[in-house]
T-cell receptor, first 114, second 117 residues
Framework: NAGVTQTPKFRILKIGQSMTLQCTQD?????MYWYRQDPGMGLKLIYY???????DKGEVPNGYNVSRSTTEDFPLRLELAAPSQTSVYFC?????????????FGSGTQLSVL | AQSVAQPEDQVNVAEGNPLTVKCTYS??????LFWYVQYPNRGLQFLLK??????LVKGSYGFEAEFNKSQTSFHLKKPSALVSDSALYFC???????????????FGKGTKLSVIP
């Protein structure tokens, strides 16, 4: 059971470049989330989804976009990378309304924008 | 608004000694409280949660946490620390009365626990 899988693990971008962070889960979870983790800070929610075709903004959505065409996949898109987006990004999933807060996390993507 | 504070950036404890990692919270209603652990180069892992009921909650790997409503605290504890417990620990909170569709946990900034052999 792979759980939540994120790719790539590391990436360096130049300012203005675009990229997509991939996230897939094999636990048939309805809820999926993207967080960013900055040094010395807690996790900040970027976007979340409660099911295929449904997404909503979290606390820090600016500069990002998401889509949820299937239950398994929840990619995060950075259109015009900025240095402020240098961070570690975590994808997570959860069962649903009975257990919305027991999150299962991927191993993260470390992104540097130079 | 909801918030959580972890007052210690780092906690050092000798192997075999009891450990405590502190967390205080603020919510407008009743809290749902959580602890997660992050090992190096890994994602966060769920340890335990408090929803309602007994103030002492037991979780994974021998950890427990005590909910104290009057002090708005949810400290993580373990009777005897192991070197393998060394990791980053995050406290998180959500207001139990958040509306439908509100799934935002608020995380603390984390506390690095170092268990010294």
């Amino acid at each position: 059971n792979a759980g939540v899988t994120q790719t790539p693990k590391f990436r360096i971008l130049k300012i203005g470049q675009s990229m997509t962070l991939q996230c897939t889960q094999d636990m048939n979870h309805n809820y999926m989330y993207w967080y960013r983790q900055d040094p010395g800070m807690g996790l900040k929610l970027i976007y979340y989804s409660v099911g295929a075709g449904i997404t909503d903004k979290g606390e820090v959505p600016n500069g990002y976009n998401v889509s949820r065409s299937t239950t398994e996949d929840f990619p995060l898109r950075l259109e015009l990378a900025a240095p402020s987006q240098t961070s570690v990004y975590f994808c997570a999933s959860s069962l649903g309304q009975l257990h919305p807060e027991k999150l299962f996390f991927g191993s993260g993507t470390q992104l540097s924008v130079l | 608004a909801q918030s959580v504070a972890q007052p210690e950036d780092q906690v050092n404890v000798a192997e075999g000694n009891p450990l405590t990692v502190k967390c205080t919270y603020s919510v407008s209603g009743n809290p749902y409280l959580f602890w997660y652990v992050q090992y190096p180069n890994r994602g966060l892992q769920f340890l335990l949660k408090y929803i309602t009921g007994d103030n002492l909650v037991k979780g994974s790997y021998g950890f427990e946490a005590e909910f104290n409503k009057s002090q708005t605290s949810f400290h993580l504890k373990k009777p005897s620390a192991l070197v393998s417990d060394s990791a980053l620990y995050f406290c998180a909170v959500r207001d139990a009365y958040s509306g439908a569709g509100s799934y935002q946990l608020t995380f603390g900034k984390g506390t690095k626990l170092s268990v010294i052999p």
